[in-house]
């Protein structure tokens, strides 16, 4: 079936760093790709909506500057989170439809785990 | 009040017990998402549906839209179906990713 690939699993930084997570489709194309995240006990939230070659439609609240998203190729979206903090410590995934139309499934990476220091 | 309510929260069962898993809506939507999540976190997509019935293997989701309500059932429950179910939604009009998500349940199925 669709695999839907996000890297790192797992990473900790010091504030004021920025990280990257990566999200890649691995055997079909996605022209769109979904970010969420999750704090503690928590429901999911969607964040931002990315579309290849055109920018990022985010969620109202998140900050586009803070969280910086690039789909650049069909198979390949990429979520910056600039100047970390503490609060931004959070549970981020990305899901990915491979074809655009209702009956389309969402298939969904294995997760960040960002922990700010 | 959330516009996507799960209940149980919590859930214990013995293996082997029928499981049912509800969930109510409030809003317009076009799909409905019944979700794994993986103690690590990872997200299995187990159903979409926008209306009746739809099983694979030992899960069963239905839903009812005049009610906005769906229910997931669980047949012959075993230990590694222990999880938290999520119930999602898409809003009419929005694309499938759009979701809002509910609380989720935490399953435990004991040996």
């Known amino acids: 079936g669709a695999v839907v690939s996000q890297h790192p699993s797992r990473v900790i930084c010091k504030s004021g760093t920025s990280v990257k997570i990566e999200c890649r489709s691995l055997d079909f194309q996605a022209t769109t790709m979904f970010w969420y995240r999750q704090f503690p006990k928590q429901s999911l939230m969607l964040m931002a909506t990315s579309n290849e070659g055109s920018k990022a439609t985010y969620e109202q609240g998140v900050e586009k500057d803070k969280f910086l998203i690039n789909h650049a190729s069909l198979t390949l979206s990429t979520l910056t989170v600039t100047s970390a903090h503490p609060e931004d410590s959070s549970f981020y995934i990305c899901s990915a439809v491979d074809r655009v139309g209702s009956s389309s499934p969402l298939h969904f990476g294995n997760g960040t785990r960002l922990t700010v220091t | 009040k959330n516009e996507v309510e799960q209940s149980p929260q919590n859930l214990t069962a013995q293996e082997g017990e029928f499981i049912t898993i509800n969930c109510s809506y409030s809003?317009?939507?076009?799909?409905l998402h019944w979700l794994q999540q993986h103690p690590g976190g990872g997200i299995v997509s187990l159903f979409m549906l926008s209306s009746g019935k739809k099983k694979h293997g030992r899960l069963i989701a239905t839903i009812n839209i005049q009610e906005k309500h769906s229910s997931l059932h669980i047949t012959a429950s075993h230990p590694r179906d222990s999880a938290v179910y999520i119930c999602a939604v898409t809003l009419w009009g929005g694309s499938q990713g759009n979701l809002i998500f509910g609380k989720g349940t935490k399953l435990s199925v004991k040996p």
């Open positions: 809003v317009g939507i076009s799909a």
